[in-house]
Protein backbone atom coordinates (compact mmCIF):
# COMPACT_ATOMS: atom_id res chain seq x y z
CA UNK A 1 0.00 0.00 0.00
CA UNK A 2 3.28 2.42 -0.03
CA UNK A 3 2.91 2.83 -3.60
CA UNK A 4 -0.26 5.15 -3.56
CA UNK A 5 -0.13 8.62 -3.76
CA UNK A 6 -2.92 10.81 -1.46
CA UNK A 7 -4.60 11.20 -4.67
CA UNK A 8 -5.36 7.74 -4.71
CA UNK A 9 -6.25 7.47 -1.04
CA UNK A 10 -8.22 10.88 -1.69
CA UNK A 11 -10.44 8.77 -4.29
CA UNK A 12 -10.50 5.96 -1.57
CA UNK A 13 -11.74 7.99 0.90
CA UNK A 14 -14.39 9.65 -1.04
CA UNK A 15 -15.96 6.41 -2.61
CA UNK A 16 -16.24 4.64 1.25
CA UNK A 17 -18.01 8.35 1.87
CA UNK A 18 -19.80 9.21 -1.23
CA UNK A 19 -21.10 5.75 -2.93
CA UNK A 20 -23.94 5.81 0.21
CA UNK A 21 -24.66 9.34 -0.46
CA UNK A 22 -25.30 8.87 -4.44
CA UNK A 23 -27.40 5.94 -3.87
CA UNK A 24 -29.27 7.84 -1.22
CA UNK A 25 -29.99 10.61 -3.92
CA UNK A 26 -30.42 8.48 -6.42
CA UNK A 27 -33.31 6.26 -4.77
CA UNK A 28 -34.53 9.60 -3.41
CA UNK A 29 -36.23 10.75 -7.00
CA UNK A 30 -38.07 7.10 -7.30
CA UNK A 31 -39.31 7.89 -3.55
CA UNK A 32 -43.03 8.09 -4.49
CA UNK A 33 -43.18 5.81 -7.73
CA UNK A 34 -43.91 2.04 -7.95
CA UNK A 35 -41.10 -0.32 -6.69
CA UNK A 36 -38.59 -0.13 -8.71
CA UNK A 37 -36.24 -3.58 -8.30
CA UNK A 38 -33.50 -2.37 -9.19
CA UNK A 39 -32.97 0.30 -6.86
CA UNK A 40 -32.17 -2.18 -4.02
CA UNK A 41 -29.17 -3.68 -6.75
CA UNK A 42 -27.66 -0.47 -7.60
CA UNK A 43 -27.62 0.63 -3.72
CA UNK A 44 -25.98 -2.73 -2.91
CA UNK A 45 -23.03 -2.53 -5.30
CA UNK A 46 -22.60 1.16 -4.71
CA UNK A 47 -22.33 -0.20 -0.77
CA UNK A 48 -20.09 -3.17 -2.35
CA UNK A 49 -18.04 -0.18 -4.06
CA UNK A 50 -17.70 1.71 -0.66
CA UNK A 51 -16.58 -1.88 1.29
CA UNK A 52 -14.19 -2.47 -1.41
CA UNK A 53 -12.45 0.72 -0.88
CA UNK A 54 -13.30 0.55 2.72
CA UNK A 55 -11.00 -2.96 3.06
CA UNK A 56 -8.00 -1.05 0.68
CA UNK A 57 -7.92 1.40 3.30
CA UNK A 58 -8.27 -1.08 6.00
CA UNK A 59 -4.95 -3.06 4.97
CA UNK A 60 -3.24 -0.07 4.38
CA UNK A 61 -4.20 1.33 7.84
CA UNK A 62 -2.30 -2.30 8.90
CA UNK A 63 1.00 -1.42 7.47
CA UNK A 64 1.64 1.86 9.34
CA UNK A 65 -0.40 4.46 7.02
CA UNK A 66 -1.65 7.32 8.84
CA UNK A 67 -3.51 9.89 6.91
CA UNK A 68 -5.25 13.01 7.33
CA UNK A 69 -6.73 14.36 4.31
CA UNK A 70 -8.35 17.75 3.33
CA UNK A 71 -11.18 18.30 1.09
CA UNK A 72 -11.87 21.55 1.28
CA UNK A 73 -12.80 24.52 3.45
CA UNK A 74 -16.22 23.92 5.51
CA UNK A 75 -16.31 26.72 7.52
CA UNK A 76 -14.42 30.46 7.51
CA UNK A 77 -16.54 32.53 9.80
CA UNK A 78 -13.62 34.85 10.97
CA UNK A 79 -11.44 33.37 13.50
CA UNK A 80 -13.16 30.05 13.01
CA UNK A 81 -12.39 27.75 10.24
CA UNK A 82 -13.23 23.90 9.84
CA UNK A 83 -12.24 21.84 6.91
CA UNK A 84 -14.11 19.44 5.11
CA UNK A 85 -11.14 16.84 6.50
CA UNK A 86 -10.76 12.96 6.85
CA UNK A 87 -8.29 11.07 8.74
CA UNK A 88 -7.68 7.49 8.63
CA UNK A 89 -5.99 5.36 11.47
CA UNK A 90 -6.61 1.94 13.40
CA UNK A 91 -9.72 3.17 14.74
CA UNK A 92 -11.46 5.04 12.01
CA UNK A 93 -10.31 1.62 9.37
CA UNK A 94 -11.56 -0.29 11.62
CA UNK A 95 -14.91 1.79 11.98
CA UNK A 96 -14.93 1.62 8.68
CA UNK A 97 -14.82 -1.82 7.80
CA UNK A 98 -17.37 -2.40 10.54
CA UNK A 99 -19.70 0.12 9.18
CA UNK A 100 -19.74 -1.21 5.48
CA UNK A 101 -19.64 -4.27 5.60
CA UNK A 102 -23.03 -4.76 8.13
CA UNK A 103 -24.65 -2.03 5.41
CA UNK A 104 -23.43 -3.74 2.66
CA UNK A 105 -24.95 -7.39 3.58
CA UNK A 106 -28.03 -5.32 5.33
CA UNK A 107 -28.99 -3.55 2.25
CA UNK A 108 -28.04 -7.22 0.27
CA UNK A 109 -30.51 -8.82 3.02
CA UNK A 110 -33.13 -5.86 2.59
CA UNK A 111 -33.51 -6.65 -1.21
CA UNK A 112 -35.34 -9.86 -0.10
CA UNK A 113 -37.12 -8.91 3.38
CA UNK A 114 -38.90 -5.65 1.79
CA UNK A 115 -39.70 -7.29 -1.42
CA UNK A 116 -43.46 -6.83 -1.47
CA UNK A 117 -43.26 -3.45 0.42
CA UNK A 118 -44.71 -0.34 -1.03
CA UNK A 119 -42.30 2.01 0.28
CA UNK A 120 -39.19 -0.09 -1.27
CA UNK A 121 -37.60 3.00 -2.85
CA UNK A 122 -38.33 5.24 0.37
CA UNK A 123 -36.85 2.41 2.25
CA UNK A 124 -33.11 2.28 0.07
CA UNK A 125 -32.82 5.84 -0.05
CA UNK A 126 -33.50 6.38 4.08
CA UNK A 127 -30.46 3.62 4.53
CA UNK A 128 -28.39 4.71 2.07
CA UNK A 129 -28.16 7.67 3.89
CA UNK A 130 -28.07 6.20 7.11
CA UNK A 131 -24.91 4.75 5.91
CA UNK A 132 -23.55 8.07 4.65
CA UNK A 133 -24.21 9.73 7.61
CA UNK A 134 -22.40 6.93 10.16
CA UNK A 135 -19.08 6.96 7.93
CA UNK A 136 -19.13 10.39 8.07
CA UNK A 137 -19.54 10.54 11.94
CA UNK A 138 -16.34 8.13 11.76
CA UNK A 139 -14.35 9.15 9.13
CA UNK A 140 -13.98 12.71 9.94
CA UNK A 141 -10.93 14.17 11.36
CA UNK A 142 -12.72 16.86 14.06
CA UNK A 143 -15.62 17.76 16.34
CA UNK A 144 -17.64 19.54 13.83
CA UNK A 145 -17.74 16.84 11.08
CA UNK A 146 -18.49 14.36 13.64
CA UNK A 147 -21.44 16.33 15.02
CA UNK A 148 -23.07 16.46 11.46
CA UNK A 149 -22.59 13.30 10.84
CA UNK A 150 -23.70 12.31 14.32
CA UNK A 151 -26.95 14.21 13.18
CA UNK A 152 -27.26 12.87 10.51
CA UNK A 153 -27.50 9.48 11.98
CA UNK A 154 -30.62 10.64 14.18
CA UNK A 155 -32.07 12.18 11.54
CA UNK A 156 -32.25 8.93 9.60
CA UNK A 157 -32.79 6.91 12.19
CA UNK A 158 -36.03 8.92 12.74
CA UNK A 159 -37.23 8.26 9.33
CA UNK A 160 -36.53 4.19 9.63
CA UNK A 161 -37.90 3.77 12.83
CA UNK A 162 -41.15 5.64 11.50
CA UNK A 163 -40.81 3.81 8.36
CA UNK A 164 -44.19 2.41 8.49
CA UNK A 165 -45.89 5.85 9.53
CA UNK A 166 -49.47 4.94 9.19
CA UNK A 167 -49.15 2.76 12.54
CA UNK A 168 -49.30 5.15 15.70
CA UNK A 169 -46.65 2.96 17.55
CA UNK A 170 -44.29 3.62 14.77
CA UNK A 171 -44.63 7.55 14.79
CA UNK A 172 -44.83 7.67 18.17
CA UNK A 173 -41.37 5.23 18.50
CA UNK A 174 -39.40 7.60 15.90
CA UNK A 175 -40.43 10.71 18.33
CA UNK A 176 -39.72 9.57 20.88
CA UNK A 177 -35.95 8.65 19.24
CA UNK A 178 -35.95 11.68 17.94
CA UNK A 179 -36.81 13.70 21.11
CA UNK A 180 -33.94 11.27 23.42
CA UNK A 181 -31.31 12.05 20.97
CA UNK A 182 -31.80 15.51 20.71
CA UNK A 183 -31.76 16.13 24.47
CA UNK A 184 -28.61 14.43 24.64
CA UNK A 185 -27.46 16.12 21.64
CA UNK A 186 -27.73 19.66 22.82
CA UNK A 187 -25.12 18.25 25.49
CA UNK A 188 -23.06 16.99 22.86
CA UNK A 189 -23.00 20.68 20.82
CA UNK A 190 -22.38 22.37 24.01
CA UNK A 191 -19.24 20.22 25.09
CA UNK A 192 -17.98 20.85 21.40
CA UNK A 193 -18.74 24.61 21.61
CA UNK A 194 -16.61 24.33 25.05
CA UNK A 195 -13.88 22.23 23.50
CA UNK A 196 -13.19 25.65 20.90
CA UNK A 197 -13.76 28.19 23.81
CA UNK A 198 -10.81 25.99 25.57
CA UNK A 199 -8.58 24.84 23.23
CA UNK A 200 -9.03 27.11 19.66
CA UNK A 201 -10.11 24.29 17.45
CA UNK A 202 -12.16 21.33 16.88
CA UNK A 203 -9.56 18.95 14.88
CA UNK A 204 -9.21 16.16 16.90
CA UNK A 205 -5.36 15.58 16.59
CA UNK A 206 -4.64 19.47 17.55
CA UNK A 207 -6.66 19.37 20.90
CA UNK A 208 -5.17 16.23 22.00
CA UNK A 209 -1.87 17.41 21.35
CA UNK A 210 -2.51 20.19 23.62
CA UNK A 211 -4.10 18.24 26.27
CA UNK A 212 -0.61 16.69 26.56
CA UNK A 213 1.19 19.57 26.25
CA UNK A 214 -0.81 22.81 28.40
CA UNK A 215 -1.92 22.87 31.15
CA UNK A 216 -5.28 23.15 31.08
CA UNK A 217 -8.11 23.87 34.26
CA UNK A 218 -9.44 20.46 35.25
CA UNK A 219 -12.90 21.83 35.92
CA UNK A 220 -13.09 22.85 32.15
CA UNK A 221 -12.14 19.32 31.70
CA UNK A 222 -14.84 17.54 33.62
CA UNK A 223 -17.19 20.27 32.16
CA UNK A 224 -15.91 18.64 28.18
CA UNK A 225 -16.14 15.15 29.28
CA UNK A 226 -19.62 14.96 31.23
CA UNK A 227 -21.21 17.08 28.28
CA UNK A 228 -19.50 14.94 25.73
CA UNK A 229 -20.16 11.92 27.75
CA UNK A 230 -24.53 12.92 27.95
CA UNK A 231 -24.24 12.69 23.90
CA UNK A 232 -22.90 9.45 24.14
CA UNK A 233 -25.52 8.37 26.96
CA UNK A 234 -28.26 9.70 24.17
CA UNK A 235 -27.12 7.54 21.18
CA UNK A 236 -25.94 4.51 22.63
CA UNK A 237 -28.99 4.30 25.00
CA UNK A 238 -27.27 4.15 28.21
CA UNK A 239 -29.78 4.83 31.48
CA UNK A 240 -31.39 7.17 31.76
CA UNK A 241 -32.00 7.79 28.27
CA UNK A 242 -32.31 4.57 27.33
CA UNK A 243 -36.34 4.19 26.85
CA UNK A 244 -35.86 4.55 23.08
CA UNK A 245 -33.98 1.68 22.04
CA UNK A 246 -36.16 -1.02 22.78
CA UNK A 247 -39.63 1.07 21.23
CA UNK A 248 -37.32 1.94 18.16
CA UNK A 249 -38.19 -1.89 17.06
CA UNK A 250 -41.08 -0.88 15.29
CA UNK A 251 -38.86 -0.25 12.33
CA UNK A 252 -37.80 -2.67 9.52
CA UNK A 253 -36.10 -5.79 10.78
CA UNK A 254 -33.01 -4.87 9.05
CA UNK A 255 -32.98 -1.75 10.19
CA UNK A 256 -32.81 -2.82 13.78
CA UNK A 257 -29.68 -4.74 12.53
CA UNK A 258 -28.21 -1.59 11.07
CA UNK A 259 -28.93 1.06 13.71
CA UNK A 260 -29.35 -0.83 16.92
CA UNK A 261 -26.77 -3.75 16.37
CA UNK A 262 -23.55 -2.46 14.47
CA UNK A 263 -23.68 1.47 13.89
CA UNK A 264 -25.62 3.97 15.59
CA UNK A 265 -25.69 2.87 18.94
CA UNK A 266 -21.86 2.15 18.90
CA UNK A 267 -20.89 5.68 18.18
CA UNK A 268 -21.67 6.69 21.76
CA UNK A 269 -18.69 4.00 22.37
CA UNK A 270 -16.79 5.42 19.36
CA UNK A 271 -17.02 8.96 21.08
CA UNK A 272 -15.15 8.12 24.46
CA UNK A 273 -12.90 5.61 22.44
CA UNK A 274 -11.91 8.53 19.78
CA UNK A 275 -11.55 11.09 22.70
CA UNK A 276 -9.41 8.35 24.85
CA UNK A 277 -6.66 11.28 25.60
CA UNK A 278 -9.17 13.24 27.42
CA UNK A 279 -10.95 10.66 29.50
CA UNK A 280 -7.40 9.28 30.25
CA UNK A 281 -6.78 11.86 31.93
CA UNK A 282 -10.19 12.44 33.83
CA UNK A 283 -9.98 9.01 35.78
CA UNK A 284 -13.10 9.38 38.16
CA UNK A 285 -15.33 10.68 34.98
CA UNK A 286 -14.32 7.51 33.32
CA UNK A 287 -14.99 5.40 36.70
CA UNK A 288 -18.43 6.83 36.86
CA UNK A 289 -18.37 5.67 32.75
CA UNK A 290 -17.56 2.04 33.69
CA UNK A 291 -20.08 2.24 36.88
CA UNK A 292 -22.58 3.29 34.99
CA UNK A 293 -22.05 0.52 31.83
CA UNK A 294 -22.03 -2.19 34.73
CA UNK A 295 -25.71 -1.03 35.62
CA UNK A 296 -26.84 -1.12 32.34
CA UNK A 297 -25.54 -4.11 31.53
CA UNK A 298 -27.16 -5.97 34.51
CA UNK A 299 -30.43 -3.48 33.86
CA UNK A 300 -30.68 -4.22 29.92
CA UNK A 301 -30.42 -8.15 30.86
CA UNK A 302 -32.65 -8.15 33.29
CA UNK A 303 -35.75 -6.67 31.29
CA UNK A 304 -34.34 -9.45 28.44
CA UNK A 305 -35.04 -12.55 31.16
CA UNK A 306 -38.92 -11.77 31.15
CA UNK A 307 -39.97 -10.39 27.95
CA UNK A 308 -41.41 -12.00 25.01
CA UNK A 309 -41.07 -10.01 22.08
CA UNK A 310 -38.54 -11.47 19.78
CA UNK A 311 -37.11 -8.00 18.76
CA UNK A 312 -37.58 -6.82 22.09
CA UNK A 313 -35.01 -9.44 23.73
CA UNK A 314 -32.23 -8.78 20.95
CA UNK A 315 -33.05 -5.32 21.75
CA UNK A 316 -32.35 -5.41 25.49
CA UNK A 317 -29.18 -7.54 24.86
CA UNK A 318 -27.50 -5.01 22.30
CA UNK A 319 -28.51 -2.29 25.82
CA UNK A 320 -27.15 -4.67 28.06
CA UNK A 321 -23.76 -5.70 25.47
CA UNK A 322 -23.10 -1.70 25.21
CA UNK A 323 -22.62 -1.51 28.63
CA UNK A 324 -19.90 -3.80 28.90
CA UNK A 325 -18.53 -2.00 26.09
CA UNK A 326 -18.47 1.57 28.03
CA UNK A 327 -17.23 -0.77 31.49
CA UNK A 328 -13.98 -1.39 29.12
CA UNK A 329 -13.72 1.90 27.24
CA UNK A 330 -14.41 3.73 31.08
CA UNK A 331 -11.51 1.88 32.66
CA UNK A 332 -9.02 2.98 29.96
CA UNK A 333 -9.23 -0.52 28.26
CA UNK A 334 -9.94 1.35 25.03
CA UNK A 335 -9.03 -1.63 22.52
CA UNK A 336 -10.89 -4.26 24.45
CA UNK A 337 -14.45 -1.62 24.26
CA UNK A 338 -13.41 -1.33 20.46
CA UNK A 339 -12.79 -5.34 19.90
CA UNK A 340 -16.38 -5.80 21.94
CA UNK A 341 -17.76 -3.51 18.81
CA UNK A 342 -16.24 -5.01 16.01
CA UNK A 343 -17.25 -8.66 17.34
CA UNK A 344 -20.87 -7.45 18.71
CA UNK A 345 -21.49 -6.01 15.20
CA UNK A 346 -21.13 -9.32 13.69
CA UNK A 347 -23.38 -11.53 15.60
CA UNK A 348 -25.82 -8.80 16.86
CA UNK A 349 -26.72 -8.12 13.27
CA UNK A 350 -27.24 -11.89 12.36
CA UNK A 351 -29.76 -12.31 15.53
CA UNK A 352 -31.48 -9.58 14.28
CA UNK A 353 -31.95 -10.71 10.52
CA UNK A 354 -32.79 -13.71 12.42
CA UNK A 355 -35.38 -12.05 13.97
CA UNK A 356 -36.66 -10.92 10.42
CA UNK A 357 -36.73 -14.38 8.65
CA UNK A 358 -38.18 -16.38 11.19
CA UNK A 359 -41.02 -12.75 11.49
CA UNK A 360 -41.47 -13.85 7.58
CA UNK A 361 -42.15 -17.60 8.86
CA UNK A 362 -44.96 -16.16 12.04
CA UNK A 363 -46.58 -13.68 9.62
CA UNK A 364 -45.04 -10.89 11.49
CA UNK A 365 -46.32 -12.44 14.35
CA UNK A 366 -42.89 -11.63 17.45
CA UNK A 367 -44.84 -13.67 20.93
CA UNK A 368 -41.62 -16.33 21.59
CA UNK A 369 -44.11 -17.95 23.60
CA UNK A 370 -46.51 -18.28 20.89
CA UNK A 371 -44.12 -20.28 18.59
CA UNK A 372 -41.93 -23.58 18.87
CA UNK A 373 -41.20 -26.31 16.35
CA UNK A 374 -39.61 -24.15 13.62
CA UNK A 375 -35.97 -25.86 14.03
CA UNK A 376 -37.53 -28.31 10.91
CA UNK A 377 -38.92 -25.67 8.61
CA UNK A 378 -36.12 -23.32 9.37
CA UNK A 379 -33.27 -24.82 9.90
CA UNK A 380 -30.59 -22.92 8.14
CA UNK A 381 -31.94 -19.72 10.29
CA UNK A 382 -31.90 -22.25 13.41
CA UNK A 383 -28.17 -22.96 12.65
CA UNK A 384 -27.54 -19.21 12.61
CA UNK A 385 -29.58 -18.07 15.31
CA UNK A 386 -27.64 -20.73 17.68
CA UNK A 387 -23.98 -19.18 16.33
CA UNK A 388 -25.27 -15.72 17.36
CA UNK A 389 -26.91 -16.74 20.85
CA UNK A 390 -23.57 -18.70 21.28
CA UNK A 391 -21.27 -15.56 20.29
CA UNK A 392 -23.37 -13.53 22.08
CA UNK A 393 -23.23 -15.69 25.55
CA UNK A 394 -18.88 -15.89 25.19
CA UNK A 395 -18.82 -19.41 24.42
CA UNK A 396 -15.18 -20.98 23.19
CA UNK A 397 -14.47 -20.87 20.57
CA UNK A 398 -17.20 -18.02 19.33
CA UNK A 399 -16.33 -14.19 18.91
CA UNK A 400 -17.89 -13.30 22.57
CA UNK A 401 -15.48 -15.52 23.97
CA UNK A 402 -12.41 -13.89 23.37
CA UNK A 403 -14.41 -10.05 23.36
CA UNK A 404 -16.70 -10.62 26.18
CA UNK A 405 -14.55 -12.21 28.22
CA UNK A 406 -11.53 -10.09 28.00
CA UNK A 407 -13.42 -7.27 29.21
CA UNK A 408 -14.02 -9.25 32.53
CA UNK A 409 -10.52 -9.75 32.84
CA UNK A 410 -9.74 -6.12 32.39
CA UNK A 411 -11.91 -5.67 35.11
CA UNK A 412 -10.84 -7.85 38.09
CA UNK A 413 -7.41 -7.61 36.83
CA UNK A 414 -7.49 -4.02 37.00
CA UNK A 415 -9.01 -4.13 40.61
CA UNK A 416 -12.67 -3.41 39.89
CA UNK A 417 -13.78 -6.39 41.44
CA UNK A 418 -17.21 -4.77 42.10
CA UNK A 419 -17.32 -3.93 38.04
CA UNK A 420 -16.40 -7.66 37.45
CA UNK A 421 -19.19 -9.20 39.65
CA UNK A 422 -21.63 -7.21 37.97
CA UNK A 423 -20.44 -7.90 35.04
CA UNK A 424 -20.56 -11.78 35.83
CA UNK A 425 -24.25 -11.89 36.52
CA UNK A 426 -24.79 -10.07 33.12
CA UNK A 427 -22.85 -12.97 31.51
CA UNK A 428 -25.32 -15.21 33.47
CA UNK A 429 -28.77 -13.49 32.24
CA UNK A 430 -27.30 -13.37 28.87
CA UNK A 431 -27.05 -16.58 28.29
CA UNK A 432 -30.46 -17.55 30.45
CA UNK A 433 -32.61 -15.39 27.94
CA UNK A 434 -30.54 -16.08 24.86
CA UNK A 435 -31.49 -19.54 25.32
CA UNK A 436 -34.99 -19.34 26.19
CA UNK A 437 -35.31 -17.34 23.09
CA UNK A 438 -33.40 -20.24 20.86
CA UNK A 439 -35.77 -23.01 23.06
CA UNK A 440 -39.10 -21.35 23.00
CA UNK A 441 -38.81 -20.37 19.08
CA UNK A 442 -37.08 -23.66 18.03
CA UNK A 443 -37.15 -26.59 19.94
CA UNK A 444 -40.52 -26.23 22.04
CA UNK A 445 -43.41 -28.49 20.83
CA UNK A 446 -45.88 -26.13 18.23
CA UNK A 447 -47.95 -23.59 19.44
CA UNK A 448 -48.57 -21.30 16.38
CA UNK A 449 -51.24 -21.91 14.05
CA UNK A 450 -48.73 -21.38 10.96
CA UNK A 451 -50.03 -23.93 8.28
CA UNK A 452 -46.63 -23.94 6.54
CA UNK A 453 -43.74 -21.37 8.03
CA UNK A 454 -41.36 -21.30 5.47
CA UNK A 455 -37.43 -20.11 5.34
CA UNK A 456 -36.18 -16.50 3.99
CA UNK A 457 -35.70 -16.57 0.31
CA UNK A 458 -32.42 -17.32 -0.33
CA UNK A 459 -30.57 -13.94 -1.18
CA UNK A 460 -31.58 -12.92 2.74
CA UNK A 461 -29.57 -16.11 4.09
CA UNK A 462 -26.59 -15.49 1.83
CA UNK A 463 -26.45 -12.02 3.01
CA UNK A 464 -26.58 -13.92 6.66
CA UNK A 465 -23.92 -16.59 5.68
CA UNK A 466 -20.53 -13.89 6.28
CA UNK A 467 -22.10 -12.60 9.26
CA UNK A 468 -22.36 -16.27 10.97
CA UNK A 469 -18.89 -16.95 9.68
CA UNK A 470 -17.70 -14.00 11.38
CA UNK A 471 -19.21 -14.74 14.29
CA UNK A 472 -17.22 -17.76 14.74
CA UNK A 473 -13.76 -16.48 13.98
CA UNK A 474 -13.63 -12.83 14.44
CA UNK A 475 -12.63 -13.38 18.00
CA UNK A 476 -9.21 -15.09 16.54
CA UNK A 477 -8.04 -11.75 15.82
CA UNK A 478 -8.07 -11.03 19.18
CA UNK A 479 -3.54 -10.29 19.13
CA UNK A 480 -3.43 -8.97 16.03
CA UNK A 481 -6.27 -6.46 16.52
CA UNK A 482 -5.06 -5.27 19.85
CA UNK A 483 -1.71 -4.63 18.31
CA UNK A 484 -3.13 -2.58 15.39
CA UNK A 485 -5.29 -0.33 17.86
CA UNK A 486 -2.77 0.55 20.31
CA UNK A 487 -0.66 1.55 17.33
CA UNK A 488 -3.18 4.83 17.71
CA UNK A 489 -4.40 4.05 21.49
CA UNK A 490 -2.27 3.16 24.11
CA UNK A 491 -4.63 1.66 26.85
CA UNK A 492 -3.76 3.31 30.34
CA UNK A 493 -4.97 0.11 31.89
CA UNK A 494 -2.89 -2.23 32.87
CA UNK A 495 -3.88 -5.89 34.59
CA UNK A 496 -2.29 -9.14 36.23
CA UNK A 497 -5.75 -11.51 36.18
CA UNK A 498 -5.63 -15.28 36.59
CA UNK A 499 -6.94 -15.16 33.36
CA UNK A 500 -7.76 -19.22 33.33
CA UNK A 501 -9.33 -19.18 36.32
CA UNK A 502 -11.47 -16.17 35.46
CA UNK A 503 -12.52 -17.92 32.07
CA UNK A 504 -13.46 -21.20 33.78
CA UNK A 505 -16.07 -19.39 35.89
CA UNK A 506 -17.48 -17.28 33.32
CA UNK A 507 -17.88 -20.67 31.45
CA UNK A 508 -19.56 -22.73 34.35
CA UNK A 509 -21.86 -19.28 35.10
CA UNK A 510 -22.69 -19.45 31.59
CA UNK A 511 -23.46 -23.21 30.51
CA UNK A 512 -25.37 -23.85 33.66
CA UNK A 513 -27.72 -20.42 32.62
CA UNK A 514 -28.04 -22.20 29.46
CA UNK A 515 -28.57 -25.81 30.63
CA UNK A 516 -31.49 -24.20 33.14
CA UNK A 517 -32.95 -22.47 30.87
CA UNK A 518 -32.78 -25.50 28.72
CA UNK A 519 -34.89 -27.36 30.88
CA UNK A 520 -36.89 -25.09 31.97
CA UNK A 521 -38.57 -24.30 28.83
CA UNK A 522 -38.11 -27.51 27.07
CA UNK A 523 -42.01 -28.45 27.23
CA UNK A 524 -42.91 -25.13 26.07
CA UNK A 525 -43.91 -21.72 28.69
CA UNK A 526 -46.05 -22.19 31.22
CA UNK A 527 -48.90 -19.30 32.35
CA UNK A 528 -47.02 -16.09 32.94
CA UNK A 529 -46.01 -15.75 36.48
CA UNK A 530 -47.68 -12.29 38.39
CA UNK A 531 -45.09 -11.93 41.22
CA UNK A 532 -43.89 -8.48 41.60
CA UNK A 533 -40.02 -9.57 40.24
CA UNK A 534 -41.80 -10.24 37.26
CA UNK A 535 -44.23 -7.20 37.36
CA UNK A 536 -41.47 -4.96 37.65
CA UNK A 537 -39.36 -6.52 34.74
CA UNK A 538 -42.27 -7.03 32.20
CA UNK A 539 -42.86 -3.01 32.89
CA UNK A 540 -39.07 -2.14 32.30
CA UNK A 541 -39.24 -1.26 36.26
CA UNK A 542 -42.14 1.73 35.50
CA UNK A 543 -39.80 3.67 34.58
CA UNK A 544 -41.68 4.99 30.79
CA UNK A 545 -44.38 5.27 33.53
CA UNK A 546 -42.91 7.37 35.82
CA UNK A 547 -41.34 9.51 32.64
CA UNK A 548 -45.26 9.66 31.80
CA UNK A 549 -46.33 11.20 35.04
CA UNK A 550 -43.12 13.05 35.56
CA UNK A 551 -41.97 14.46 32.76
CA UNK A 552 -44.38 13.93 29.60
CA UNK A 553 -47.88 15.19 31.80
CA UNK A 554 -46.88 17.99 33.28
CA UNK A 555 -45.56 19.12 30.14
CA UNK A 556 -48.12 18.56 28.45
CA UNK A 557 -50.21 20.68 30.40
CA UNK A 558 -47.52 23.24 30.26
CA UNK A 559 -47.90 23.06 26.48
CA UNK A 560 -51.77 23.40 26.80
CA UNK A 561 -51.86 26.25 29.40
CA UNK A 562 -48.89 28.13 26.72
CA UNK A 563 -51.49 27.58 23.96
CA UNK A 564 -54.94 28.38 25.24
CA UNK A 565 -53.45 31.36 27.63
CA UNK A 566 -50.34 32.91 25.66
CA UNK A 567 -50.99 32.40 22.87
CA UNK A 568 -54.30 32.32 21.42
CA UNK A 569 -55.16 34.99 24.36
CA UNK A 570 -52.29 37.38 24.22
CA UNK A 571 -49.86 36.13 20.90
CA UNK A 572 -52.87 35.56 18.55
CA UNK A 573 -54.65 38.38 20.13
CA UNK A 574 -52.33 40.69 19.52
CA UNK A 575 -51.69 39.91 16.18
CA UNK A 576 -55.51 40.16 15.33
CA UNK A 577 -55.31 43.93 17.31
CA UNK A 578 -53.04 44.49 14.80
CA UNK A 579 -55.63 43.59 12.01
CA UNK A 580 -58.03 44.98 13.83
CA UNK A 581 -56.60 48.38 14.11
CA UNK A 582 -55.98 48.46 10.59
CA UNK A 583 -58.96 47.78 9.55
CA UNK A 584 -59.88 50.73 11.69
CA UNK A 585 -57.85 53.36 10.03
CA UNK A 586 -59.08 51.80 6.92
CA UNK A 587 -62.49 52.56 7.06
CA UNK A 588 -62.01 55.54 9.05
CA UNK A 589 -59.85 56.99 5.86
CA UNK A 590 -61.86 55.46 3.02
CA UNK A 591 -63.40 59.02 1.75
CA UNK A 592 -59.96 59.66 0.52
CA UNK A 593 -60.53 57.26 -2.07
CA UNK A 594 -63.72 58.36 -3.13
CA UNK A 595 -63.08 59.19 -6.64
CA UNK A 596 -63.94 62.58 -6.49
CA UNK A 597 -61.40 65.26 -8.24
CA UNK A 598 -61.62 67.81 -6.38
CA UNK A 599 -61.40 66.27 -2.96
CA UNK A 600 -58.30 64.41 -4.53
CA UNK A 601 -56.53 67.90 -5.43
CA UNK A 602 -57.56 69.69 -2.07
CA UNK A 603 -56.05 66.83 -0.24
CA UNK A 604 -53.17 66.99 -2.75
CA UNK A 605 -53.06 70.71 -1.56
CA UNK A 606 -53.08 70.06 1.41
CA UNK A 607 -50.35 67.66 1.74
CA UNK A 608 -48.16 70.18 -0.37
CA UNK A 609 -48.58 73.00 2.67
CA UNK A 610 -47.81 69.91 5.32
CA UNK A 611 -44.22 69.70 3.78
CA UNK A 612 -43.81 73.37 3.06
CA UNK A 613 -44.60 74.16 6.82
CA UNK A 614 -41.46 70.94 7.88
CA UNK A 615 -39.28 72.48 4.84
CA UNK A 616 -39.39 75.89 6.88
CA UNK A 617 -39.05 74.61 10.46
CA UNK A 618 -36.33 72.43 8.85
CA UNK A 619 -34.30 76.11 7.43
CA UNK A 620 -35.05 77.77 10.46
CA UNK A 621 -33.11 74.93 12.99
Aim: charged share 10%; hydrophobic share 55%.
Amino acid sequence: MYFLSDSHYILLMCLVLFSPLFGAIYAGFWGSKAKAGHIGVFNSLLLLISFGAGVILFIAATHGVRLELTLMDWLVLGDFNSHFSFMLDSVSATMILVVSLVSLLVHVYSIGYMENDSGYNRYFSYLSGFVFSMLLLVMSDNFLGLFIGWEGVGLCSYLLIGFWYHKNSANNASIEAFIINRIADLGMLLGIIMIYWVFGTLKYTEVFEMLQNMQIPQYDLYIIGILLFIGAMGKSAQFPLHTWLANAMEGPTPVSALIHAATMVTAGVYLVIRANPLYSILPDLGYFIACLGAFVAVFGASMALVHCDLKRIIAYSTLSQLGYMFVAAGIGAYWVALFHLFTHAFFKSLLFLGAGNIMHAMEDKLDITKMGALKTPLKVTCVMMIIASAALCGIYPFAGFFSKDKILEVAFGGGHYILWLLLLIGAGMTAFYSFRLIVLVFFTPKIHTIAHPHEARPLMLYAMAPLALLAIIAGFFEENFAHFITQSIVSIQSFHAPVGILIAITTIITLISIIYAIFKYKNGFKAKQSGFLHRLLSNQYYIPELYKKVLITPYGYLCEFLWKKVEIKIIDASVDSIGKLLIWLSKLLQFIQNGNLTSSLRLMSFGIFVMLVFAIIGFWR
